[in-house]
């Protein structure tokens, strides 16, 4: 007999203990994701990686891996969220503050064997409408990148095309290409 989760509100969930894999909530309920597996982690890495590389050093934008973002009623945990530097939130000393209340100019999503690539395109879907001004869903199988932006088709990006971040991080020169070489030893 299946079991009906528990509906909570934003604040009693934010309340329970952080947990591995980390606890999301959409909708008032609350989901595990996944672990990573090889190809997720590897293509997570090198994404945090190839936009640290050119968005620390001007101070452009950071990337941050499994990084909490609770905005908009929901507290999501994209595989990677990209926020520019001015959009940093800052604590009363000047520092970073643990906690994200505004949503990422960017989020990743990499699909791995769950959840479903459905699912995955909701969340990008509800991160645009919700105020991020891209969302990137990065297929390892297909070896593509399929972006979402407010007021757009998703686009997709295949083989040499460039990953365009717009204004976030416009000198990224990372081709499709180039990102899933990661993956090849």
Known sequence: MAVAPTRLTIEEFLRLPEEKPALEFADGVVTQKVSPKGRHG?????LVEQFNRHGVPGKLARANPELRTT???ESLVPDVAVYRWER???????RISDDFTQPPDITIEIVSPEP???ALVRGCVWYVANGVQMALLVDPSDESV????PESQATPWRSSDRIDLG???PNLGLTVD????ALRP
């Open 42 to 46: 590897i293509l997570q890495g090198e």
């Open 71 to 73: 905005f908009a009623g």
């Open 88 to 94: 940093l939130p800052v604590d009363p000393d000047g």
């Open 116 to 118: 479903s690539v459905n």
């Open 146 to 149: 399929l972006a979402f932006q």
């Open 167 to 169: 204004s976030v991080l």
């Open 178 to 181: 180039e990102l899933f070489a």
